[in-house]
C-alpha cells in the first residue's frame, strides 16, 4: 500500500493556468508538509499542516495555496502560473518531529 | 530558523571505498537528523536517522555521527556498491519549530566501478 500518494505524476501546463495537486497519506501521520525542489535539487519547504492546522507558510508567493480537508489529505493549488513554478512538487507526512515520508512527487513543467 | 550546510555537492569514490558527506546545523534546539537517500525519479527516503541524545548510530555500512557541541553530523557509507550512487540529504528538525525539517543542498554520490 502506498503511504504517501500524490497525484498526478506529471503536469505540463502553459503559463497564466490554474492546476492542482493532490496529496494523502494512510499512516494516521498528523504532519503533511509540501516542498519543492528545483533544477540543482534543492528542496525547499512550502508549508507545513499540523492537524489541518497551517503551522508553517514559508516565502511562497500567495498565488500558491494549500488546502487540507482532512489530517491524510494536503492539496496544493497554483493561481496563474508562471515559468519559474516549473519545479518538482513533493508533498510528505510526518509524526510531530520524526520522520518524514515523501510521496513520489509531481513533476510541474510551465511552457 | 534552522539553517543547514551540507559539503560536499558532489562526491565520486572508487567502488569498496567509504564515503563521507558532513553537515552543519544552527539552531541549537534541533534534535532529530535524518538522512535521506532520493534516487533517480523518486522522492525522498529515510536510510537513518539520530537523536541528539546519540552520538553515533550504525546501521550495517551506514553510520551517522552527531557533535552537538559543534552542531555538525557526518554520514559515512563504507565498503560502497554501484546501488548506493544516489542523492543523499541531511536535514534537521524538531527545535524551535517542531513540525520543520530543513534539509541540506544535497550531495550528488557516484560510485566508480
Known amino acids: 500500500d502506498t503511504a504517501v500518494s500524490q497525484t498526478p505524476k506529471y503536469l505540463v501546463t502553459q503559463m497564466g493556468n490554474d492546476k492542482s495537486i493532490k496529496c494523502e497519506q494512510n499512516l494516521g501521520h498528523d504532519t503533511m508538509y509540501w516542498y519543492k525542489q528545483d533544477s540543482k535539487k534543492f528542496l525547499k519547504i512550502m508549508f507545513s499542516?499540523?492537524?489541518?492546522?497551517?503551522?508553517i507558510n514559508e516565502t511562497v508567493p500567495n498565488r500558491f495555496s494549500p488546502k487540507s480537508p482532512d489530517k491524510a489529505h494536503l492539496n496544493l493549488h497554483i493561481n496563474s502560473l508562471e515559468l519559474g513554478d516549473s519545479a518538482v512538487y513533493f508533498c510528505a507526512s510526518s509524526r510531530k518531529g520524526a520522520e518524514a515520508f515523501f510521496g513520489q512527487g509531481t513533476r510541474l513543467t510551465v511552457v | 530558523g534552522e539553517n543547514v550546510e551540507q559539503h560536499p555537492s558532489t562526491l565520486s569514490v572508487q567502488e569498496g571505498d567509504s564515503a563521507v558527506i558532513k553537515c552543519t546545523y544552527s539552531?541549537?534546539?534541533?534534535?532529530?537528523f535524518p538522512w535521506y537517500k532520493q534516487e533517480l525519479g523518486k522522492g525522498p527516503q529515510l536510510i537513518i536517522d539520530i537523536r541528539s541524545n546519540v552520538g553515533e548510530k550504525k546501521d550495517q555500512r551506514i553510520a551517522v555521527t552527531l557533535n552537538k557541541t559543534a552542531k555538525h553530523f557526518s554520514l559515512h557509507i563504507t565498503e560502497t556498491q554501484p546501488e548506493d550512487s544516489a542523492v543523499y540529504f541531511c536535514?534537521?528538525?524538531?527545535?524551535?519549530?517542531?513540525?520543520?525539517?530543513?534539509f541540506g543542498s544535497g550531495t550528488r554520490l557516484s560510485i566508480r566501478p
Open positions: 539552531d541549537s534546539a534541533s534534535n532529530y
Open positions: 536535514a534537521a528538525g524538531g527545535g524551535s519549530s517542531a513540525s520543520k525539517i530543513i
Open positions: 499542516y499540523n492537524n489541518k492546522e497551517l503551522i
